[in-house]
């Protein structure tokens, strides 16, 4: 363990700690050990491609900063554009917000939840307000990295254009701002943990992580786009839902202090921005003690709803896989995939992504003609969600709690067939199948009911994609491995090699279409590759299996 | 020095509308080793959690060393040492780091700490993984590590829930063989076990908690007298009025045979 430099930042302010009755050198000795293992652990936004490495001097999160640093790059504009502050400054807190907040959520939440707090520190003997004061300056510290790399480089780019006073009142704000988004997100917890358990809360932590990775990536393609969009002729109408969207209070602090309009609406707001946040926190300190008693239920596994089997899902079930032991491994992939936050968090982002793309490219080419739109084919950019096949095909072998697939060696297999048509089975239906309706439910209101046929072929094409996936990529057993070993750089060289598989099928669907009924002569050679592979790929033993 | 090292007066606690304990009092004495047993649910754990501060909103008064723990002095914990019954540790760390921490948080100068530590975990046939992170080990590993931290501040009185949990036969022996010593040397402990026979050796006193009350209190000479039962085991079926144990199982065997 070593000494942190931001301790020692830390140290000027002990007289301060010391005389609200804090005993600095322990609190001191928690948050050095919190840091440690901070550091130990691979941020939300990191974890995308990043390995856990056992070099411990860095901080992994502060290196993840720079990818705030590089977002803060896009916000300069709003500062530049010109003096229209409420619009301009209201957006640019806007973005500010979401990100603190959904980073908050995502890579705070396991400081402000952090059970293990309970029983490791409360027995010893330090008092409830140092342990209660070191969560909170382990958060301040955190959220001020964040802030300093979220806002740093705009706000000097605003204090070269705009002045100080620019400056200062952008910086009280901010302050402002991370105090509302503190106490806005421990009241959430508060009101979630008083009325549900804390599984729910988990899965809310685990879906809020998976929209920031999605927002990530789709805010690479969106942003580099939006400044053509940018127009500053915008001019304010107040109305009374206004009010509810706090990043214009804070545009309107500017709006005031910088043009001088006083107008009643701003000062409102202006009220607000002052308020609410001092009362959030307000209320948050008057019920820690509840919050610390809530949080004892994270540990409580409350009673699940019963799931009943439906008799069509049963029904369908029994048309998709023949032998019983092809529906147990469908049933058991379903629910791993369902049920594994681990994965959820890797997998779906991808998964939304895949809805994304084709409509961000679409949009591209829309550019010169909408009634072109429907009469051409870039519906074959529907093909461009199969890429997603390889890359959660890699993830499906791994596991949170990989140990788990002892069971697979313990039971009496006689084969691994159904084991692996199963897993793939499970993966088509219930996490490709929904990507590809409403993709196809969006391309035939666009491109109308004509297209229907290569829909179908897009599907099939799908299927064999996977199977084409499995055949290529190294075998191993769904869910056994660690995603600690998971190394996704490793794989990129398969995975463009596998994406060229693609091309070659869009490409083969997109020649079929100058044939007379080419489409169905695309659909049976689709469908008969499909049958003999699928019997085919997954006689695999044991052998093959690589280990490690 | 008091010899009465702790005592619980009338102590009541509930979470919402189920109360967990209905009244309890005991006091001990300097020296002993309390086996402090029954049911799942029967509140064992409860206890000590308040006992440790973890746990508050209890009606009643809990004294430990002569003064009421309720008045916010947490000085009190200094002298206490406490193996939790599930081992929850910020296994990132490694054995030496966490080990040294907890030192540091009762203390200990953390050179003075990281020692002692080294020391005990070799003694204890651990001294490989001690600079390994604590998330490496295994279960026995753990508890070991546990009892390490409950131990490193030469405290007085100890809390032990389940404290030989995955540790192998050779262990326990060490381990059974720590707390006589320790209880001669003027240590109190305070055992909570589901493993009956080693709760009946090593003993000086038990108390059997059922339903949040206290169902028998006494060695276990004067329970065997009061019961007329053998082991401490089945006294225990007769104290917390389970006999249905045959009929279960029984069900419980031609249900695995159902196919």
Known sequence: MQDSRTLKLLDPFERVFKSFGIDYKIMRKILQVKLTMDGRRVPTIFSQNAKKENKEKNNQYIKSLWIYVLFSLFLIPFVLMGDNYLFQMSLYYGIFTFFVMTSMISDFSSVLLDVRDRNILFPKPVSRKTISTAKMVHVTIYLSFLTIALTGIPLIVGLFKNGLLFFLLAVINIILINLLVVGLTALIYLSILRFFDGEKLKDLINYVQIGLSLMIMVGYQLLIRSFEFIDLTVSFLPSWWQIFIFPMWYGANMEMVLNGSFEPVYLLFSALSLLIPILSIWIYMKFTGTFEQSLQKLTYHGKAKEMKRSKAGQLLLNIICRSPEERAFFRFAGSMMKNERDFKLKAYPSLGFSIVIPFILIINTLREDFAQLSDSKSYLSIYFSLIIIPSIMILLKYSGKYKGAFIYRVAPLKSLKPLFSGTIKAFIFKLYL???????????????????????????????????????????????ESFDDYNQNGNTAIII???????????????????????????????????????????????????? | MENVILEINNLRKSYGPKSVLNGVSFGVKRGKIIGYIGPNGAGKSTTVKIMLGIEDDYTGQVNIFGRDISNGDIEYKRRIGYVPEIAEVYDNLTGQEYLTFVGELYGLDSSLASNKAKSLM???????????????????????????????????????????????????MIFKEIMAQLAEQGKTIFYSSHIMDVVEKISSRIILLHDGRIAADGTFDELKEQNTQGSLEQIFNQLTGFSEHKELGARFVSAVREM
């Open chain 1, 434 to 480: 929904p990507v590809y309706f409403i993709l196809s439910a969006l391309f035939l209101f666009i491109y109308g009911s004509g297209i229907l046929p290569d829909l179908i072929a897009v599907f099939i094409s799908a299927c064999l994609y996977a199977v084409i996936c499995f055949i290529v990529l190294k075998k191993a057993l769904p869910f056994s």
């Open chain 1, 497 to 548: 090699g596998l994406m060229l598989f693609v091309a070659l099928l869009a490409g083969l669907h997109f020649i079929s279409t100058f044939l007379p009924y080419g489409i169905y002569l695309y659909l049976g050679i689709c469908s008969i590759c499909l049958v003999t592979s699928w019997s085919l790929a997954f006689n695999v033993t044991w052998e093959k299996i690589s280990k490690g």
């Open chain 2, 122 to 172: 070799e003694l204890f046939g651990i001294g490989e993984v001690y600079h390994s992170r604590i998330a490496s080990y295994s279960k026995g590993m753990r508890q070991k590590l546990l009892i390490i931290s409950s131990l490193l501040h030469d405290p007085e009185l100890l809390f032990f829930d389940e404290p030989i949990n995955g540790l192998d036969a050779n262990s326990v």
